[in-house]
């Protein structure tokens, strides 16, 4: 596993943690899946902040 | 202050505008052969054939033809002027403001479009009077006086103006309520597609007081400062609501570079219309060049048994844990090599072979996006964290806009220069198209160099 530190803007402390092979990626699985590291990838993964109730158009 | 809200207005603006293009389209065109107002003319034109100059006939025939121009400007101005209160209803919303519940009724742009009707009618009249039937219905490649053009052309102006001033009338009504001391601007938005004109690219994302008028350089126009649209006729662009302090943001610069791509790849080209943006602010830039390039490299050649780059991006940005998008991060992962974690809360299944054949889409994705950022070595982003420990995914967002990362946000936020060669794609880069959640300013960001 590699892991590497950061800071973030606000001064807080960042861990990442790379998975190197199979058994890192099924470890940090089980992490995320508990809840215990922040393991989003996409935007799009949480639509809550951003939609704005409306219905997409059915224009174009 | 948020780049959010902005972007959420700017789309709200989008909407109108699509709205404004299918009433448009109700009408008649030459693409809409179809439309009310031309079949309705195409009857009554077959109607007068031979008797065009029996003031009977005539007279019954105008009838009929204004209770249909009638009803199609009733109905038509009614969802302008929805439209505008609708874009004025969401963004308070998006704003935070009072909702304005008046509701705005375009009786003045009814009677302004029948009058065009009224004024063509008599004119007709005293043609029949003068007994030339050739002058009403034209002959052989001449349309003659009694012509849908002017009363389709002026019921598109009518139609812009309701639906601008439904819009006018709810901004207003909602900041008289919140007795606003905030600072508020109108910024002009423009449909970009093949059709927008060069006077609407020049003036997309220009952003001027509440009172203050539209300055107007490009053609058509109709004078060359406006406070309002239609700006020429068959005009989509509205103008959305801004606040002050981002009325130069990052968003406004985008619009504003989207057009002047336009405009320049027009000039160049000398083909109007062949490069139009996807939206307000995302550019195809690079669709044709990756398109073209696709088709000679030896990496595209395998994309019809995978799925195709548009297909990936698009589950991408409007939902990161569809199965679409779990194939596009098995396949980046495979094709270039990087660690990081594939997210799969759904558990989706592959077979090597489907992820094989994405392989070359995603080949494809990445060299469009290196091509474009050729030149650069880093760009500044910013990615929101919500815990102390985090695994980056083989593919994450990342964005440009401090204030969307921080949306993301409940520990921290990162901020790091990131080599290109991390670049996958971005937002405004080669065949990017934004997805439901409008403008994030995103970069897809791997964890670490393709091997």
């Known amino acids: 596993m590699i892991i590497r530190e950061q800071i973030g803007i606000d001064g807080k402390r960042i861990v990442e943690m790379i998975p190197e092979n199979e058994e890192d990626e099924r470890t940090l699985e089980q992490m995320a899946a508990a809840g215990a590291i922040d393991a989003r990838d996409g935007f799009s993964e949480e639509p809550e902040l951003w939609d704005d109730g409306e219905p997409d158009s059915a224009g174009e | 202050?948020?780049?959010?809200?902005?972007?959420?207005?700017?789309?709200?603006?989008?909407?109108?505008?699509?709205?404004?293009?299918?009433?448009?389209?109700?009408?008649?065109?030459?693409?809409?052969?179809?439309?009310?107002?031309?079949?309705?003319?195409?009857?009554?034109?077959?109607?007068?054939?031979?008797?065009?100059?029996?003031?009977?006939?005539?007279?019954?025939?105008?009838?009929?033809?204004?209770?249909?121009?009638?009803?199609?400007?009733?109905?038509?101005?009614?969802?302008?002027?929805?439209?505008?209160?609708?874009?004025?209803?969401?963004?308070?919303?998006?704003?935070?403001?009072?909702?304005?519940?008046?509701?705005?009724?375009?009786?003045?742009?009814?009677?302004?479009?029948?009058?065009?009707?009224?004024?063509?009618?008599?004119?007709?009249?005293?043609?029949?009077?003068?007994?030339?039937?050739?002058?009403?219905?034209?002959?052989?490649?001449?349309?003659?006086?009694?012509?849908?053009?002017?009363?389709?052309?002026?019921?598109?102006?009518?139609?812009?103006?309701?639906?601008?001033?439904?819009?006018?009338?709810?901004?207003?009504?909602?900041?008289?309520?919140?007795?606003?001391?905030?600072?508020?601007?109108?910024?002009?938005?423009?449909?970009?597609?093949?059709?927008t004109t060069d006077c609407c690219l020049r003036v997309h994302g220009q952003t001027v007081g509440m009172k203050e008028s539209f300055s107007l350089s490009g053609t058509p126009r109709f004078a060359d400062k406006m406070k309002d649209s239609p700006f020429h006729y068959y005009c989509r662009t509205v103008w959305t609501l801004v606040r002050a302090e981002d009325a130069k943001d990052r968003l406004t610069q985008q619009m504003q570079e989207a057009a002047s791509y336009e405009l320049e790849q027009r000039a160049l080209t000398g083909k109007p219309g062949a490069?139009?943006?996807?939206?307000?602010?995302?550019?195809?830039?690079?669709?044709?060049?990756?398109?073209?390039?696709?088709?000679?490299?030896?990496?595209?050649?395998?994309?019809?048994?995978?799925?195709?780059?548009?297909?990936?991006?698009?589950?991408?940005?409007?939902?990161?844990?569809?199965?679409?998008?779990?194939?596009?991060?098995?396949?980046?992962?495979?094709?270039?090599?990087?660690?990081?974690?594939?997210?799969?809360?759904?558990?989706?299944?592959?077979?090597?072979?489907?992820?094989?054949a994405s392989r070359a889409s995603v080949r494809s994705m990445y060299d469009a996006t290196q091509a474009s950022l050729k030149g650069k070595k880093t760009i500044t982003l910013y990615r929101g964290v919500k815990s102390e420990i985090r695994s980056p995914g083989v593919v994450e967002s990342w964005t440009t806009d401090l204030k969307t990362a921080r949306k993301f946000n409940g520990h921290d936020v990162m901020r790091m220069e990131i080599p290109v060669d991390r670049i996958f794609m971005y937002s405004g880069g080669p065949g990017w198209a934004n997805g439901r959640y409008g403008e994030q300013f995103e970069y897809m960001v791997l964890p670490e160099a393709p091997q």
């Open chain 2, 1 to 195: 202050m948020s780049a959010g809200e902005h972007a959420r207005a700017v789309r709200q603006a989008e909407r109108t505008e699509r709205e404004l293009k299918l009433l448009f389209a109700r009408l008649g065109s030459k693409q809409h052969p179809r439309g009310r107002i031309l079949t309705a003319y195409r009857v009554a034109r077959r109607a007068l054939r031979g008797d065009a100059t029996d003031l009977g006939v005539l007279g019954q025939v105008l009838a009929e033809l204004r209770m249909a121009v009638q009803e199609t400007a009733y109905s038509s101005l009614s969802t302008a002027g929805q439209a505008g209160m609708a874009q004025a209803r969401t963004i308070t919303g998006i704003y935070g403001l009072p909702t304005p519940t008046q509701i705005y009724t375009p009786a003045t742009e009814y009677d302004a479009w029948m009058a065009a009707y009224d004024a063509q009618a008599a004119q007709l009249r005293a043609l029949a009077v003068a007994g030339d039937e050739s002058a009403i219905l034209g002959d052989d490649g001449r349309v003659g006086a009694m012509s849908p053009a002017p009363i389709i052309r002026e019921g598109a102006r009518w139609l812009t103006i309701a639906a601008a001033a439904g819009m006018s009338y709810g901004i207003d009504a909602s900041l008289n309520r919140a007795r606003a001391r905030e600072e508020w601007q109108r910024q002009a938005v423009a449909a970009i597609d093949g059709r």
């Open chain 2, 275 to 356: 490069f139009g943006p996807a939206s307000a602010t995302s550019r195809r830039t690079g669709v044709q060049v990756a398109r073209k390039r696709s088709a000679s490299s030896k990496t595209s050649s395998a994309v019809p048994n995978g799925e195709h780059p548009d297909a990936l991006l698009k589950s991408w940005v409007n939902g990161a844990h569809r199965k679409k998008s779990v194939l596009l991060k098995r396949a980046v992962k495979e094709e270039l090599g990087v660690r990081g974690l594939v997210m799969n809360r759904n558990k989706y299944t592959h077979t090597a072979a489907e992820i094989n």
